[in-house]
């Protein structure tokens, strides 16, 4: 079946263990886990010092928790959005999870990722 046609929830089960891995991934500063599933226009833009720089000086980005919540999936063009309701463990509050998903060389990617 074709990747965009597939529906939420199957999108969400395709999503969910990526979200986590770049969750943990995160937490734990690696450069390497985090960036596994980036399609090569995402690695481009995501070089380690720069992520560095951004997991040191944000805590949130190091520190989220592990439950999150998916408030649904947006489609557009060759890419799905997939929104998450996003905590963290030492930073108070709720923030927006966006992972963007799509197909390069034949296997699903990430197009963005971020958390406001």
Not at 16 to 42: A, C, H, V
Not at 76 to 89: A, D, E, M, V
């Amino acid at each position: 079946m074709d990747f965009l046609k597939k529906t939420d929830e199957e999108i969400i089960k395709i999503a969910n263990p990526i979200w986590e891995n770049l969750i943990n991934t995160s937490n734990i500063k690696d450069y390497g886990g985090f960036t596994r599933d980036f399609s090569s226009q995402m690695l481009y833009g995501a070089n380690e010092v720069e992520l560095g720089k951004q997991w040191s000086n944000n805590k949130l980005l190091s520190s989220l928790s592990e439950k999150y919540e998916v408030l649904g999936c947006l489609r557009r063009n060759l890419h799905i959005t997939i929104l998450y309701k996003q905590r963290s463990n030492s930073v108070s509050g709720d923030y927006l999870g966006r992972l963007v998903l799509g197909i390069e060389d034949g296997e699903v990617k990430i197009f963005g990722a971020t958390i406001y």
